[in-house]
Nanobody, 127 residues
């Protein structure tokens, strides 16, 4: 059973940047879709970004496209979310998620096919 551990969250001013990392232990991330989701207070969890197993497709939510960059390093068993130009609306708990193996298409990023979730990490953007 894989364990996903997020790091890099914290408090930042609007316009600033943070880089989230998600490190896996107990199993490899190689071959699997990986995602980032977030949940703001009083709101449902929402998709932020997803990357296919071979990085040939990266999907972003409209709200973060152009500001966030998702990448993966299979050799380090880690994925990253670079977040730039942060806004107060980006304030949320961010969750790393492991999706299905060798998947292609937008269905790979749905929360219903997530196999494992990280514990979440707080990102707070002050205005």
């Amino acid at each position: 059973q894989v364990q996903l551990t997020e790091s890099g969250g914290g408090l930042v001013q609007a316009g600033g940047s943070l880089r989230l990392s998600c490190a896996a232990s107990g199993d490899t991330l190689s071959g699997y879709t990986m995602d980032w989701f977030r949940q703001a207070p009083g709101k449902e969890r929402e998709f932020v970004a997803g990357i296919t197993w071979n990085s040939d497709n990266i999907k972003y939510a409209d709200s973060v496209r152009g500001r966030f960059t998702f990448s993966r390093d299979n050799a380090k068993n880690t994925v990253y979310l670079q977040m730039n130009s942060l806004k107060p609306d980006d304030t949320a708990v961010y969750y790393c998620a492991k999706g299905p193996p060798y998947c292609s298409g937008n269905g790979c990023y749905d929360s219903s096919v997530v196999q494992s979730w990280g514990q979440g990490i707080q990102v707070t953007v002050s205005s």
